[in-house]
DNA sequence: CGCATCGATACCCTGGCGGTATCGATCGGC
DNA sequence: GCCGATCGATACCGCCAGGGTATCGATGCG
């Protein structure tokens, strides 16, 4: 099986059509059905079903649509990073959500400048739901990632810190005395319903909380007493004077971990989990 | 950059010797050297150093190398994959270690069973170290890890049980009477030393323990009062009456999980995660 | 200084890949 | 029910990539 084939095939199974998957490949049809009907010959596997009016993925096919996207992106990224090493002076790209606590990354990449042969890092700023997808693909060689809210599937990663939940309440509301909370008593608060946030899609959950794209208007939103909701702690540094934060004991404890792509070879990245590592010791001594 | 390419450079950074790698690849020398040749000007990368007497590696290429290694496994596991898709009687193997719980092996496996269109299911009993290869190279399709021994790096997985571990002492040892012990206590008996498993490679650890291979020799030991041990709780289901466990509490948890690859698109695969996850709920309602 | 080793180069040949032209099957419209 | 449009497969052709052999040039050792 070679590259160029595989990426044949998995253009054929997104787009179902031959024609159209060889103007996207910008190659003429008939290459493109001897190349797909070669590569079943070598797998021994039927990969689509054609009509002259349909074409279908076998389960075969489907199976090696999964693979082969892995594969397309893993050469991808390869290419991507030893061009990369290549470079003089050497650079990481550090991934990292919009939400995530500023003073914390800042403190990692000054200590990070301090270590002997540090290599420049860029700060990619994106999504939550990209960054495992940037990591797969080269374009970032190492993210923050929030358990449980991100998934570090197919990722090596370390444990940096852990962290309770709070509930971001209007200073004057009645539970904002109280020493903690359950989550039940917040969610079920009817005149304060939880703040929406949006989708990996960009759209909204169903429910009838505030919408709300990141933290400053959410903060704005609880002070004028027309929502609440559950936060990791450290997102609360330097709370307005008019609203409290109390701990919401069953809130599962968010984990702030660095992953990266488990077959990473870069210096730089080694170094900058030690950093992190030590930075953020949650073993101690 | 194409599959073969890949393999050939990957094959001279292994053998770092073009005559011995092109022997490996089976073919002549002088083909090797352009391949690899045209592979660096593709990239825009020099990936080898070469004299004509010694043949090293650039940073470049030790990244290519390394993501090259997982790209070749993951070629590889995809094509067993697809021609596993095309067996009409579905099969899965499932890698587990010796040492894992034979009932709750047996207790999945009967429900997975029940479930209609249920797969066959192959056993693939291995070492501890293997089991991440045995995925990765798609010889196995999903495998059960007990973490922190076993590492989940780049895989996708499902938390099935958390158990604390105890200690198992002779049943007539001071401690033994004990409600429960700290791991610093039991590691600090002088005539019990801990028993020695082996490491990845076969080896044993440096220490003053017995050595050994499996749990019935590990409670014979303990049980002719030679060594001692901390264990999962489940592994000592039917204990021998001259042995006796104490918890050990502030040993680390160990939590069994379901994992596979990211990638995965089999039904049984899905359908045994969704087994295995109802089964050991721990969740709960 | 001569020899052995090893990667690069020169040259040749075959096969695979891509292109154009065309076939054959299928579906929809009249 | 027939015709035409659509779409994948097939036939045929030209070209270059990839593999082979022979040989060169550099390097290290006795």
Redesign the pocket.
Known sequence: M?I??LR?FVAVAEE?????A?QRL?????????????LERKLGAVL?E??????TLTEAGAVLLAEGRAILAAVAAAERRVQQATRTLPRVVLAVKAGTAGASVAELLDAYRAEPGAAAVDLLLCEAHQQQDLLRKGQADVALLHLPFDSRAGLDSEVLHIERQVAVLPAPHPLAGRPWLRSAEVVALPELPMARWPDPDGGYPEGSGAKVRNLTQLFQLIALGRATAIVPESAVTDLRRDLTVVPVLDAPPVTTVIAWPPQSRLRAVADLIRVAARLWDTTGP
Do not use: C, D, N
Not at 16 to 20: D, K
Not at 26 to 38: D, F, G, K, T, Y
């Open positions: 070679e160029r084939e044949y179902l059509h031959f024609g159209r060889a910008e190659i003429a049809q008939p290459p493109l059905s001897r190349a797909v009907a070669r689509l054609r009509t002259s009016r349909k074409v």
